[in-house]
């Protein structure tokens, strides 16, 4: 099998790169302004021409890890030129430090998310709610990752908490130090498929990645006391090639993946909310003071938890908020285009 075919590349990339002079290529890392990009058969570091930069209005219209993009590749320079990016399938996002409403591109193209979560500190049901709505949101497939499971003693009954929160998406207990659980991790990669390991830092994503490719590739912080805190020891998002099948990327740890956009999928993390809510009196029901509310009905009777319920209007809320952010960029934009527009306008008439 080629290197491309192993990076992922299948007809559906074909197909969207067309038939071009330019060479296909996948982003391996990210660095400030510069990427390091695998071709078929060499590893180049590369930067965008000044048209694409010229045209980017937004940061997610440069290049993020797993995109595949449209290189030329000068002779002799041991340099590549990004002319294009070819149109990604999903999209880890979140919003950008300090520009809340520019959109981050956490890794592009992923098929699988391994949502890590440890089975001692980090452990929180409501956090895994969360990184399981981000990753439909990305349009990749969760699969619940808990770690360290030689520090966890009730690893079985945190594992049915999880899946009780994860809903139909498959929980695993692992640990990299004695190999659990690392076999059947590896049997949900197929071929060609891109994974990207996501969590806080500290859960052990690296060893988890260490352990799959059977080297000490990533580095791992071994000294660190309190993997709850302290530094990253992943400081930048890498995309690796697995041994016999897929790749994987490695991220580092996010206190926690912000969401982006709404969107109606957004609903599938809390379907039992949602099913409760179509059988109160009211439509519109607010859930507070409406006689005949199923929702109240529910918690009083127990069926549904009260914090359960809570993260979910907390949820509304968030998505509420990030809907007028989203409104805002797009105007700004807009404003920018009609911005153009006449100043093009104006030349025109000069
Ligand atoms: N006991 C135990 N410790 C582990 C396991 N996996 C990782 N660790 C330890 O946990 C710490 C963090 O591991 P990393 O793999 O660096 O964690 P990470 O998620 O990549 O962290 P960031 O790169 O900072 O996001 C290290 O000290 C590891 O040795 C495990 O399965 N069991
Ligand atoms: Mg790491
Ligand atoms: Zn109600």
């Not at 030129?81 to 959109?103: C, P, V, Y």
Request: glycine content about 6%.
């Amino acid at each position: 099998m080629n290197t491309l075919t192993k990076l992922g590349w299948n007809n559906d990339w074909q197909e969207k790169a067309g038939s071009s002079d330019l060479t296909p290529a996948r982003i391996i890392t990210e660095y400030k302004n510069l990427y390091k990009i695998q071709t078929d058969t060499s590893i180049y570091l590369a930067e965008v021409t000044g048209k694409f930069r010229h045209q980017a209005t937004v940061r997610e219209d440069f290049p993020a890890v797993g995109d595949w993009v449209m290189v030329s590749t000068p002779s002799g320079e041991g340099h590549a030129m990004i002319q294009r990016i070819l149109e990604r399938t999903s999209k880890f996002s979140r919003k950008a430090a300090g520009d809340l409403t520019n959109e981050q591109i956490v890794a592009a193209n992923i098929d699988i998310a391994f949502l890590v979560m440890s089975l001692n500190h980090d452990f929180n049901l409501r956090r895994l709610e969360r990184y399981l709505i981000a990753a439909w949101e990305s349009g990749a497939n969760p699969v619940v990752v808990l770690s360290k499971a030689d520090l966890c003693d009730n690893s079985d009954e945190k594992a049915e908490e999880a899946a009780s929160a994860a809903m139909g998406v498959p929980v695993l207990v692992t640990s990299a130090y004695n190999g659990t659980g690392l076999d059947e991790l590896n049997s949900h990669i197929d071929e060609g498929m891109t994974v990207a390991v996501m969590g806080s830092s500290g859960v052990g994503k690296s060893s988890i990645i260490n352990a799959l490719i059977g080297e000490n590739k990533m580095l791992v912080n071994d000294i660190r006391e309190d993997d709850s805190k302290g530094k990253h020891t992943t400081t930048h998002r890498e995309l690796i090639m697995l041994p016999d099948k897929g790749v994987i990327i490695d991220t580092p740890g996010m206190r926690e993946l912000q969401l982006w956009e709404s969107d109606s999928r957004i609903t599938h993390g809390f379907q039992d909310v949602e099913a409760l809510a179509e059988h109160c009196q009211f439509r519109d029901c607010q859930h507070e003071t409406e006689p005949g509310c199923a929702i109240r009905q529910a918690i009083e009777d127990g069926e549904l938890e009260q914090e359960r319920y809570h993260s979910y209007v907390k949820l509304q809320k968030e998505l509420a908020y990030i809907e007028r952010k989203t409104d805002m960029r797009e105007q700004l934009l807009e404003k920018k285009k009609w911005k153009k527009i006449s100043q093009l306008q104006k030349s025109h008439y000069k």
